[in-house]
């Protein structure tokens, strides 16, 4: 059956796709307002009808679940426009500006889903770095530490932290208090976010991370060592725990390394 949902998607064509969902800019309310992201988590033929339904319906409440908790403790997420379980559609706030991998300089490091959401239209034109974004490494991050460090402080677990799932967003399309930087560093994609208090489910968050700087940025170590430098002044007290736990997700990832 033909719902709105579907109409609409049917009148529009793809920004690009991704294993789990189609992606779409639209405007909801006319070109006179801000555009509108929409994933769609498409039907997958492999799957029982009734367990692909019950799985696609989960996953788009759970994630906007997820944003919204977010954006209720103070982390930057893209907000919510429209949620729709029973097409498998999420409709985001749209964010201009770049990933923070884009503006770093990328290495081996996969495109992710949402990087190319975020940047189909821009991803053919240089830029001039962070410069253009009037922001040092430095300060990229420590908001970087700060916004994960607020998304833990919730208890919410990314899962997916890489530099491609966060993005720069220029002044002219930043709303902050007098406090907040001009230019924001915006996290997306909360595909595989979870609610968890544990320790340790922080510290793999954050060796996640670490793997991908690894991975995707040369000499990437300091750079990393800032953004910790970050997220600890912001946890404040549960700082020590997180961080000694991180050690030793660090030292299992090592023996798993030359076990191979």
């Keep these: 059956m033909t719902t709105p949902t579907l109409s609409l998607l049917e009148s529009l064509v793809p920004i690009s796709q991704g294993a789990e969902a189609k992606v779409y800019q639209c405007y909801l309310h006319g070109r006179s307002h801000p555009p509108v ?24 409440a759970g994630e906007a679940r997820m944003l919204l908790k977010c954006h209720r403790s103070g982390v930057r997420v ?6 729709d379980t029973e ?18 300089g990328a290495g081996e490091e996969g495109e992710s889903e949402d990087e190319a959401e975020f940047e189909a239209t821009d991803e053919d034109n240089p830029g001039d770095g962070l410069a253009s974004f009037g922001l040092t490494i430095d300060e990229v991050m420590g908001q970087m530490g700060v916004q994960i460090a607020r998304m833990h402080m919730a208890d919410v677990i990314h ?38 208090n544990l320790v340790e489910d922080k510290a793999v968050d954050l060796y996640v991370l670490e793997r991908a700087f690894a991975s995707t ?31 030793s997700v660090r030292l299992r990832g090592r023996k798993r390394s030359m076990v191979g």
């Design 217 to 247: 940025h040369p000499d990437s170590e300091p750079l990393f060592d800032a953004v910790l430098k970050s997220y600890g002044k912001q946890s404040g007290k549960v700082w020590g725990p997180i961080y000694k736990r991180l050690e």
């Design 37 to 60: 992201l929409l994933k769609h988590r498409f039907t997958k033929q492999y799957r029982h009808p009734t367990l692909d339904n019950s799985l696609t319906k989960g996953r788009v």
């Design 78 to 83: 893209p907000g919510v426009r429209m949620v």
């Design 159 to 196: 899962g997916d932290l890489t530099t491609s799932n966060m993005m720069i967003r220029p002044p002219a399309h930043s709303s902050t208090s007098p406090n907040e930087p001009a230019t924001e560093l915006v996290l997306i994609d909360f595909g595989l976010s979870f609610v968890s």
């Design 87 to 104: 097409c498998g559609v999420l409709g985001l706030e749209w964010i201009e500006g770049r990933s923070v991998r884009s503006l770093l």
